[in-house]
């Protein structure tokens, strides 16, 4: 069964740093692009990050590039995002996501995705 498990998310103060994690089983991550994207309340599932599968170039949106930085464990064959300075603004159901192709092209397209992981939620408060 292939299946993507998000972990990682937690209550941290604003300013505060979390790593979450996306652990892949029954395929092998190294083979396609992964990416975060997050859902907040009320919003639309937006696009944050995506990383290719053959040399690792990374995308990233504008409202997290410099505070966020993904990376891949191929021998875990796990997919890490290190969020960094968060605030409110942030907090959100994240989720990592299988892309249809090996690179970072469309990579914000909700529909360019193969599938889903189940998410985990990120709440940034004090």
């Known amino acids: 069964q292939l299946q993507l498990v998000e972990s990682g998310g937690d209550l941290v103060q604003p300013g505060g740093s979390l790593r979450l994690s996306c652990a892949a089983s029954?395929?092998?991550?190294?083979?396609?692009?992964i990416g975060w994207f997050r859902q907040a309340p009320g919003k639309e599932r937006e696009g944050i990050s995506c990383?290719?599968?053959?040399?690792?170039?990374?995308a990233y949106a504008d409202v997290v590039k410099g505070r966020f930085t993904i990376s891949r464990d191929n021998a875990e064959n796990t997919v890490y995002l290190q969020m960094t300075n968060l605030s409110a603004e942030d907090t959100a159901v994240y989720y990592c996501?299988?892309?249809?192709?090996?690179?970072?092209?469309?990579?914000?397209?909700?529909?360019?995705?193969?599938?889903w992981g189940q998410g985990t939620q990120v709440t940034v408060s004090s």
């Open positions: 996501a299988v892309h249809s192709l090996g690179i970072c092209v469309r990579w914000q397209n909700r529909g360019a995705q193969r599938f």
């Open positions: 029954g395929f092998e991550l190294v083979d396609y692009a």
């Open positions: 990383i290719s599968s053959d040399d690792g170039n990374a």
